[in-house]
Structures are given as C-alpha cells and as structure tokens.
C-alpha cells in the first residue's frame, strides 16, 4: 500500500501491526495482496488419493519450475517491486506480513495415472523490497500446465510485522 509521510508518522505512533492493520489495511484499497508460502528446500509435498491416503511425499529441492518445463523462463513467474526508488506506484510502501507454522495450499489434480514429483513443477511469486527479496510459491504446474489453489490453510501464527519502505531510503519495521 502507498502511504504520505503523514500516515508514516502516524504509524510510528501506532507502533503496532494489529491495530495498523485494522486502521490502514481494512479500510483503504490494497495494491496487492497474497496468501502463499515462503518458497525455499523447506517447502513440503504431499501427495494424496481421492480418499484422503498419502500416495508419496518430497521436498521442493530440485523441483523444475514451470518455465523449465515449457522452456519459457517467464512462464508462471510474478514480479512486484514495491521499493519506492524502483516504482511510482509508491510513496512510501507500507507491507504487512503475517507469518505462520504449517501453512499448507491444496490442489487438486485430476488424472489417469499417479501423479509423480517429476511431473509437479513450481511457478513462484518475488516481492522485490530495498531490503531483499521475499519469494513465494505462486502455484504449482501438473504436466506444464498451472494449478489453481483450491484452498490455504494459514497455520499456527507464528509473527506479524509491519514495515515502511520510505521515499528516502529508510526502513523502519514494526513488530
């Protein structure tokens, strides 16, 4: 969300990410906003038939992504810069982040045959910041093609901050 140097300082004030959400992110209109998972070797694959059993399970090291399948490295990749200096669609970035434990998206894969890791592709969202990257799993892909998520389950909260990206090149972070 962009903000002026007022509600910058107003938020200072606040100083907390609950009642700054509930004042800025519940009533003004949002750029974007996402639900998804931290994308890293950490990320956990489950693999279950229509009755609910668990047919195989992987980790995401050394899945393809999307655009390696299909041989288009722009494919199912996202991209939002909100870094002031980077974009005018800001003046001052305000970025909320709830993070949990044991978040989980689910899809569903409608096929003949047992789907296989190798046959699982990845598409991947990165929020481009001043002070890094923040990369997200987008969707996956079953044979080339993209998934929508049926459902996300958020977890247990595990931490919820607040950070500003100014116009002059400050970051000022509020847990």
Do not use: A
């Not at 992110?25 to 279950?48: G, V």
């Not at 992987?58 to 939002?80: H, L, P």
């Not at 003949?112 to 923040?134: E, F, R």
Request: aromatic fraction near 12%.
């Amino acid at each position: 969300m962009s903000i002026n140097d007022k509600d910058v300082d107003l938020i200072k004030k606040i100083n907390n990410p609950w009642e700054i959400e509930q004042q800025f992110f519940d009533c003004r209109e949002i750029l974007y906003e996402t639900s998804s998972l931290f994308f890293d070797k950490n990320l956990h694959f489950k693999i279950l038939n229509k009755d609910g059993l668990l047919v195989d399970s992987f980790n995401s090291y050394k899945m393809d992504s999307i655009g390696d399948v299909i041989g288009d490295d722009n494919f199912g990749y996202e991209d939002i810069v909100v870094d002031p200096k980077w974009t005018d669609k800001f003046n001052n970035t305000l970025l909320l982040i709830h993070e949990y434990k044991g978040s989980n998206m689910e899809f569903i894969i409608e096929s003949n045959s047992k789907p296989i890791k190798n046959n699982i592709s990845t598409s991947s969202l990165c929020i481009g910041t001043p002070n890094g990257d923040y990369d997200l799993l987008k969707t996956i892909g079953y044979n080339g093609k993209l998934l929508e998520c049926e459902n996300f389950w958020g977890g247990v909260g595990k931490c919820s901050y607040v950070k500003i990206f100014t116009n002059n090149g400050k970051t000022i972070e509020i847990e």
